[in-house]
């Protein structure tokens, strides 16, 4: 049985940083093709917010894409060894308030930023930015 936990959200000032967290049980000795991490503002869609893709990649290390709302702020990891999904983020803005979601799955290069191509997901993470 897959299981996704985030944990690190919190409440931080603007231009503070936080590191979410996304624990991944279940999935495997080689894990998923892509990691990914989406977010919901109240009363907004699911967006797409980065993800860390093999599919079509020729690095061993996987190839990431962001959107570009938090390109240059935000960058995610892997650490294989501890099966932990992570994004830090940095230089965050009142308009990042979100509850924030991992996702994991095979998911073709085309749809990596697409939510249902995802198969699995963690419960989601409140990350709150004051002004």
């Known amino acids: 049985q897959v299981q996704l936990v985030e944990s690190g959200g919190g409440l931080v000032q603007a231009g503070g940083s936080l590191r979410l967290s996304c624990a991944v049980s279940?999935?495997?000795?080689?894990?998923?093709?892509?990691y990914a991490w989406f977010r919901q503002a109240p009363g907004k869609e699911r967006e797409f917010v980065a993800v860390l893709t093999w599919s079509g990649s020729v690095w061993s290390g996987g190839t990431t894409y962001y959107a570009d709302s938090v390109k240059g702020r935000f960058g995610i990891s892997r650490d294989g060894a501890k099966n932990t999904v992570y994004l830090q983020m940095n230089v965050l803005k009142p308009e990042d308030t979100a509850v924030y979601y991992c996702a994991a799955g095979e998911v073709d290069l085309r749809s990596i930023r697409n939510g249902f191509a995802y198969g699995y997901w963690g419960q989601g993470t409140q990350v709150t930015v004051s002004s």
């Open positions: 279940g999935g495997g000795p080689r894990g998923f093709s892509s």
